[in-house]
């Protein structure tokens, strides 16, 4: 049996509704296989989304699509010591990931 974090698509709707991604560069933390990446991504301009598994970080690369394959990028990176200059980013999303 899989477990579907969210079936209800509670943090799917509050991301949309809440989060304005239309061509913003989005810094995702803690993404994981890339389960919410891919449900905001299409809207985004670019995401870099960081984890700290590199194992996560595989599946969300074999997951992503043709079409992303040039805006979204997958960074084994840890939330505390981001390698990133100040200001890289429009909006910076992080779910699950605590």
């Known amino acids: 049996m899989t477990f579907i974090?969210?079936?209800?698509?509670?943090?799917?709707?509050?991301?949309?509704?809440f989060?304005?991604?239309g061509?913003?560069?989005v810094l995702e933390i803690g993404c994981g296989?890339?389960?919410l990446t891919w449900r905001y991504a299409n809207r985004a301009?670019?995401?870099t989304a960081v984890d700290i598994d590199t194992l996560r970080l595989a599946q969300a690369v074999?997951?992503?699509?043709?079409?992303?394959?040039?805006?979204?990028?997958?960074?084994k990176a840890s939330a505390?010591?981001?390698?990133?200059?100040?200001?890289?980013f429009d909006r910076a999303i992080l779910a699950w990931a605590l």
């Open 5 to 17: 974090r969210d079936p209800e698509e509670v943090e799917t709707r509050f991301v949309h509704d």
């Open 19 to 21: 989060v304005d991604v």
């Open 23 to 25: 061509g913003a560069h």
């Open 33 to 35: 296989d890339g389960r």
């Open 45 to 47: 301009g670019r995401v």
């Open 62 to 75: 074999a997951a992503r699509s043709a079409a992303l394959n040039q805006r979204v990028s997958f960074v």
């Open 80 to 88: 505390i010591d981001l390698p990133f200059r100040k200001e890289t």
